[in-house]
């Protein structure tokens, strides 16, 4: 599968991006999908993530009420709606995905996906 993340940008604080990530080699129908943020000098942490089956999605808490998931396989692609963007927002966002269909508890472990996108710079200004 190869991933293509992009959408990023600047923005002001309290401001909204929508990220979308395409996908091509594979049909994304048959993926788990995550969202992962990498600030400057941090680790890379989990964003978001929806299962293959059933559709259900998984936020990290530092963004659930202000960040939402969505997919459409007919079209490929899986977008992140960022709301309420706060300066520590600011990352190179990334997508992934996986075969498996991993717990929700598991969502957020890099290791369980095999796809990574190439990242895309998302930068909130205060």
């Known amino acids: 599968v190869q991933l293509q993340a992009f959408g990023g940008g600047l923005v002001q604080a309290g401001g909204s991006l929508r990220l979308s990530c395409a996908a091509s080699g594979r049909a994304i129908i048959t993926t788990t999908m995550g969202w992962f943020r990498q600030a400057p000098g941090k680790e890379r942490e989990f964003v978001g993530g929806i299962r293959r089956m059933p559709r259900v999605t998984h936020y990290a808490g530092s963004v659930n009420g202000r960040f939402t998931i969505s997919r459409d396989d007919s079209k490929n692609t899986v977008w992140l709606q960022m709301n309420s963007l706060k300066p520590e927002d600011t990352a190179v966002y990334y997508c992934?995905?996986?075969?498996?269909?991993?717990?929700?508890?598991?969502?957020?472990?890099?290791?369980?996906?095999?796809?990574w996108g190439q990242g895309t710079l998302v930068t909130v200004s205060s």
């Open positions: 992934a995905a996986t075969p498996i269909n991993p717990a929700l508890s598991a969502l957020g472990k890099t290791m369980n996906y095999d796809y």
